[in-house]
């Protein structure tokens, strides 16, 4: 994808003439008189969003601001777990940066060592129609905003038209039930389905975690500490699970985050959850690539199906984490305040294409939303996400159960057989519990 | 009037006086000796002894990555051991680290050997078997992922296009099958080691022994038995305690590969410590798991110093 540097390029300037006809002014609005962060520095510590538009604008915002502000503003990238790294060493020294891109559980578990952005929340959902609920467990720990939210990647099920319709299955299941006995059909024509199953940080969590909620399962009670994985609804999810497991790809129970990709696209699975990389990737190299113009032109993304107690999804939600250490308190809200403006957000989630998306609600009658058909659903996707620790919050006990990859193994631990159905979920609720025992202790 | 002249200097007795003490100083053997240490000393202490007594700090508290915490003694063992996947995880880490070493041994030992006879491109051979140690860990994690992938294993490729077999293994996805792959994933790597170790040993041995032995009518194994694997000892027990100590505490090879998947099946303790101090912010905790290994590395290091130190005496 090529970068469109006129697009991109979002200007002090502009930003404040957007701001003079947008309904809402105060974020758009300068709070403090041109140059007076003169002198100051601010240190933004971010990782690389899949479409490279998003980190382009990221980093003209930053320039333009730094112009603008007479602050000297450097976004530093890590990739992967090297993030997460870093943003540890900047909790643990109090030195190193002054904003963060990190995710949900951050807010909890760092929201000791994070300022109050409570009143900047506010101020952005007043602008954008209120925030999702989603979005408010992201960043709200006791009632206070200790993160903003910047946008989910949902993950939607891709599938192969072609080689649903050679199975007898024209549009994709809407029930669980459907999606069994598509996985089935599939299965018998050669073309199986795959649901990650492995220790796979993205996928993992993304896939198995809307199974449960859809069957009515639950891990915590809405305190967020009493465990109640073990209910009948769990045990539902479980044994649809090992049902649907034995019309999978084999080798399920060992893939990482790439694998899916890699199957789906060798044309090895006909389904499998994914957020929109596999398509845009595809799609961008169609042109040259006939095997790619083929899943390009025989894929399509779907909705989850809905089960018993409904329709969930489940992906990550990045947040900024403003750190309580940072010299620069003023810097910090004046670049979150850029950040939301009504001349960069809408921007910015535009060129995003889906894959990352704010979960403010007045977004969806803006005009944020990629043109291609094939991407439509994930408007839809925005509004089911449901976070890890549901019916309570994220708290650091679900996170450190989604690091531990416990609700992934408990599925796994009965697709395979080395335990029961009752037994797997019976096991998941002691490691629960034996978690939630250990973090009680803090 | 020398006051007046020579203040805020010392005058000649007086540095006289200081030459004379930094020269006895350095002159005392003992005064010496320490002052040669005293650089190591303090680097040990800072690169070492501190984040290690940080690291026992941790483990006897409740400290989080945002909460210093409070000390709870023991408490983090005991409920680690309540934990399954821990004792999984210890029970895995011991495999990992028997069945590697064990590969090693035998690979690194009977490398050794035939590296050590005489043959055409005898020395680009012996750089080329170095390869797999100097390759970086997560560069041939990569390769060795593509070979036990789930679903495009060019093993299994190799297996079924030769039809040996029908469907080729799971490497990664039977649980018993994924700890064996990791583990000979880290053996491939530490064989090199081994293999050179051994081979610089087994070239210190004077040939004359050999020739002694053989007068006197000593077969190929008995000259093995009685002169190489004796004089080749002190080397290959040096090269054992350091794969052992490597191995247990391995991160890498297993992150890279599983992640300690499937179901736990190949966590091995530095990734669970890494999983629960660091991913999930439970620095008490995960302290407390990598220090599960101490009192086993512990024991390994002063059986060795004291070998050394003993071998030093003689």
Same mark, same amino acid.
């Given at each position: 994808m090529t970068q469109d540097r006129s697009q991109a390029h979002v200007s002090r300037r502009k930003l404040l003439a957007g701001a003079a006809a947008a309904p809402a002014l105060s974020l758009a609005t300068p709070s403090i008189a041109q140059g007076t962060l003169k002198g100051t520095k601010l240190t933004i510590l971010a990782g690389q969003w899949y479409v490279p538009q998003t980190n382009t604008l990221l980093d003209q915002l930053a320039a333009d601001l730094a112009r603008d502000s007479g602050m000297e503003i450097r976004v530093e990238r890590f990739a992967g777990d090297e993030l997460m790294t870093k943003t540890a060493s900047v909790i643990g020294t109090g030195r190193g940066a002054d904003l963060a891109v990190g995710v949900e559980f951050d807010t909890y578990v760092y929201a000791a060592k994070l300022n109050d952005v409570t009143d900047l929340a506010d101020e952005v959902g007043k602008n954008y129609g209120g925030w999702?609920?989603?979005?408010?467990?992201?960043?709200?720990?006791?009632?206070?905003?200790?993160?903003?939210?910047?946008?989910?990647?949902?993950?939607?099920?891709?599938?192969?038209?072609?080689?649903?319709?050679?199975?007898?299955?024209?549009?994709?299941?809407?029930?669980?039930?459907?999606?069994?006995?598509?996985?089935?059909?599939?299965?018998?024509?050669?073309?199986?389905?795959?649901?990650?199953?492995?220790?796979?940080?993205?996928?993992?969590?993304?896939?198995?975690?809307?199974?449960?909620?859809?069957?009515?399962?639950?891990?915590?009670?809405?305190d967020g500490r009493t465990v109640a994985i073990n209910s009948p609804g769990t045990l539902a999810a479980v044994e649809w699970y090992k049902e649907i497991y034995q019309y999978f790809i084999p080798g399920t129970t060992a893939w990482l985050d790439p694998d899916n990709n890699q199957a789906f696209l060798a044309s090895k699975v006909s389904a499998t959850v994914n957020v929109n990389t596999i398509y845009l990737a595809s799609r961008a190299a169609a042109a040259t690539d006939a095997a790619r113009k083929n899943i390009v032109d025989n894929m399509d993304h779907a909705n989850w199906p809905s089960g018993p107690a409904g329709r969930f999804a489940n992906y990550n939600i990045n947040v900024w984490l403003p750190f309580a250490s940072s010299p620069n308190k003023a810097g910090q809200r004046e670049f979150l305040k850029a950040w939301y403006s009504r001349t960069f957000l809408p921007k910015w989630t535009k060129v995003g294409q889906s894959y990352f998306i704010p979960q403010l609600a007045g977004f969806d009658s803006e005009d944020v939303w990629p043109e291609d058909p094939k991407l439509k659903i994930f408007r839809d996707l925005n509004k089911i996400n449901r976070l890890p620790g549901y019916g309570g919050p994220p708290t650091p006990v679900a996170a450190e159960a989604v690091n531990k990859y416990i609700l992934v193994d408990m599925f796994a631990k009965a697709c395979t057989g080395q335990l029961t159905p009752r037994d797997a979920v019976a096991w998941a609720e002691k490691e629960y519990q034996q978690i939630a025992r250990r973090r009680s202790r803090t | 009037m020398g006051s007046s002249t020579t203040a805020g200097a010392p005058d000649r007795s007086t540095r006289t006086v200081r030459r004379s003490r930094l020269s006895d100083l350095v002159d005392s053997e003992r005064s010496l000796g320490y002052l040669l240490v005293a650089p190591v000393v303090l680097l040990l202490l800072v690169l070492v002894a501190y984040p290690f007594s940080v690291a026992i700090g941790y483990a006897l508290s409740d400290r989080t990555l945002a909460d210093p915490g409070v000390f709870v003694g023991l408490e983090n063992f005991v409920l680690l051991w309540e934990s399954?996947?821990?004792?999984?995880?210890?029970?895995?880490?011991?495999?990992?680290?028997?069945?590697?070493?064990?590969?090693?041994?035998?690979?690194?030992?009977?490398?050794?050997?035939?590296?050590?006879?005489?043959?055409?491109?005898?020395?680009?051979?012996?750089?080329?078997?170095?390869?797999?140690?100097?390759?970086?860990?997560?560069?041939?994690?990569?390769?060795?992922?593509? *070979?036990?992938?789930?679903?495009?294993?060019?093993?299994?490729?190799?297996?079924?296009?030769?039809?040996?077999?029908?469907?080729?293994?799971?490497?990664?996805?039977?649980?018993?099958?994924?700890?064996?792959?990791?583990?000979?994933?880290?053996?491939?790597?530490?064989?090199?080691? *081994?293999?050179?170790?051994?081979?610089?040993?087994?070239?210190?041995?004077?040939?004359?022994?050999?020739?002694?032995s053989a007068i006197d009518g000593a077969g190929k194994f008995q000259r093995f038995r009685y002169v190489t694997l004796p004089l080749v000892m002190p080397v290959l027990l040096t090269a054992l305690v350091l794969s052992i100590i490597w191995t247990f505490s391995d991160f890498g090879i297993v992150y890279g590969l599983t992640k300690g998947g499937p179901m736990n099946a190949t966590h091995v303790l530095a990734t669970l410590s890494y999983q629960t101090g660091l991913a999930s912010g439970n620095i008490g905790e995960g302290a407390a798991i990598s220090l599960t290994m101490l009192p086993v590395l512990l024991v390994l290091i002063i059986w060795q110093l004291r070998r050394i130190r003993r071998s030093t005496v003689a």
């Open positions: 999702m609920d989603a979005a408010k467990a992201a960043s709200m720990v006791g009632g206070r905003w200790k993160s903003l939210p910047i946008g989910q990647a949902p993950a939607a099920w891709n599938w192969r038209t072609d080689m649903f319709r050679a199975a007898g299955v024209d549009k994709f299941p809407d029930t669980f039930a459907g999606l069994l006995d598509a996985a089935k059909k599939l299965h018998a024509k050669g073309t199986p389905i795959g649901m990650t199953l492995g220790h796979a940080s993205g996928d993992g969590r993304s896939t198995n975690y809307p199974v449960l909620w859809a069957f009515g399962g639950k891990e915590f009670e809405a | 399954s996947i821990y004792r999984q995880t210890l029970r895995n880490t011991f495999i990992f680290t028997a069945g590697s070493v064990a590969i090693r041994l035998v690979l690194g030992v009977g490398l050794a050997l035939l590296l050590n006879e005489s043959f055409r491109f005898r020395r680009a051979v012996r750089a080329a078997i170095l390869l797999p140690w100097i390759v970086p860990t997560v560069l041939g994690t990569m390769a060795w992922l593509w *070979m036990f992938n789930p679903n495009f294993s060019v093993l299994n490729y190799i297996l079924v296009q030769s039809g040996l077999m029908e469907h080729g293994f799971n490497w990664l996805t039977d649980p018993d099958l994924a700890l064996f792959s990791v583990l000979l994933v880290n053996a491939w790597r530490g064989v090199p080691f *081994m293999a050179i170790t051994v081979l610089a040993g087994l070239q210190a041995i004077p040939h004359d022994l050999y020739d002694a």
